[in-house]
């Protein structure tokens, strides 16, 4: 179970990091999972700070966690400043507390971490522009591009069969036979969408496991709202929330952006006549990605990429009505039904992307082949 917060034990967080009894503190951001405040101590030299607690009930093991983003984000800012970036503001930089380490344990049991805030950023829960997509693209495949090389099995894996979408099938069977809230039988057109395509869930593991696509490093939380764009410049700057960063598929990063990425509505729209797959985002999107790593994807990643976009809202659908049918345990929500209209607005999505997947195949092969073309190797 996950512990009260008051305000007092957020300010004796902070303090353990360092910073002084005048902060100001306010809940920040749109996350699912963490607790996320924003500290300020009232001297703009001083910048401002993201105070996070961690879900523990997500993480079960918040060191090791901890040290995977330690590696990955030491790892990152060494490429960046190698590419004559600016690692201050490109990537995410830990505080670690006033004993030196990047994860405090307070006497509740909490864990809590902290960054510095990037400054003069802005990200989005809904794009408005093309231009936007097409930042967001170049962000996470340079993320992709910069961590090629980074060593696998130095990550812990933070959550088991993260992107096993049978599994969360499975998980999602499980949760309407229990029927613990007594919701199994308002769900039924839900389940069946489900169940109907269970078939196609499965593709992108058993390629994985032919050998046909390559396990790489990758983000596996790449919503639009885990990117930071300049707010001076509109230009990708930095990507965050790199709880989930394990081995996984490109296909999850580039499809999980463009459920986020290319909607035409927000995930928890209860209008549905509004949700659809813009292509013009969509396209946005794959020119910026692919202009960043089309070059170390292989031919067999590339083509498997519009599948990915339909996967990942195929899989976060399952998940929202997983959660909704066990009671909410899992997204924060701010409504009773909060769970299920975000899962309604992922089974439209994914409806739409079915009917445009011609378009969008054709799509990211001709931008591959127009990117390849110009930067051959
Ligand atoms: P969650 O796992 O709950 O989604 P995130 O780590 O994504 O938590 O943080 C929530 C939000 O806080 C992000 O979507 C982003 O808007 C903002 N954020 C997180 N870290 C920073 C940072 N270092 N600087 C500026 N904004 C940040
Ligand atoms: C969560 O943490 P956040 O809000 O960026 C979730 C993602 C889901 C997303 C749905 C660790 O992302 O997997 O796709 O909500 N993160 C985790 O909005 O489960
Ligand atoms: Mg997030």
Redesign the pocket.
């Known amino acids: 179970m996950k512990t009260q917060l008051d305000e007092d034990r957020i300010r004796q967080a902070a303090q353990a990091f360092g910073l002084g009894t005048e902060i100001k503190l306010r809940r920040y951001?749109?996350?699912?999972?963490?607790d996320t405040f924003l500290a300020e101590t009232g001297k703009p030299e001083d910048g401002a700070f993201i105070l996070q607690r961690i879900n523990q009930e997500v993480f079960q093991n918040p060191e090791a966690l901890m040290n995977n983003i330690r590696g990955v984000t030491e790892y990152l800012k060494a490429a960046v400043e190698k590419e004559g970036g600016d690692p201050g503001r490109e990537v995410l930089n830990l505080i670690p507390d006033r004993e030196g380490n990047s994860c405090l344990r307070d006497r509740h049991g909490d864990c809590w971490r902290m960054y510095r805030f990037v400054q003069d950023s802005f990200c989005r829960d809904l794009a408005r522009s093309p231009e936007e997509l097409y930042e967001c693209g170049r962000a996470f495949g340079h993320f992709q591009r910069l961590l090629a090389g980074y060593p696998a099995d130095q990550l812990a894996e933070t959550i088991p069969d993260f992107h096993n979408t049978p599994k969360r099938l499975r998980d999602l069977e499980a949760a309407a036979r229990a029927d613990g809230c007594g919701r199994f039988a308002g769900v039924q057109e839900e389940l069946g969408f489900f169940m109907e395509r269970s078939g196609r869930l499965g593709l992108a593991l058993s390629m994985q496991q032919r050998g046909e696509i390559p396990l790489r490093v990758t983000h596996n939380?790449t919503?639009l709202?885990?990117v930071l764009l300049d707010r001076k410049t509109g230009r990708a700057l930095c990507v965050?929330?790199l709880?989930t960063v394990m081995p996984g598929l490109s296909l999850y990063d580039f499809g999980d952006a463009i459920r986020t990425g290319a909607s035409t509505a927000l995930e928890d729209e209860r209008d549905l006549e509004r949700v659809s797959l813009s292509l013009p985002f969509y396209t946005a999107f794959t020119k910026g990605f692919l202009e960043e790593c089309a070059a170390s994807l292989t031919e067999a990643e590339i083509r498997m990429l519009p599948y990915g976009a339909w996967l990942m809202t195929m899989e976060c659908g399952i998940r929202f009505l997983t959660d909704y049918l066990s009671g909410d345990t899992y997204f924060h929500i701010s409504r009773r039904e909060h769970n299920l209209d975000r899962c309604r607005t992922q089974i439209r999505l994914a409806a739409d992307m079915e009917r445009q997947m011609e378009q969008m195949e054709a799509i990211a092969a001709e931008t591959a082949g127009r990117v390849r073309e110009k930067n051959p190797g």
Request: proline share 0%; net charge negative; glycine share 16%.
């Open positions: 951001g749109s996350g699912h999972i963490n939380d919503k709202n885990n965050v929330d709880d």
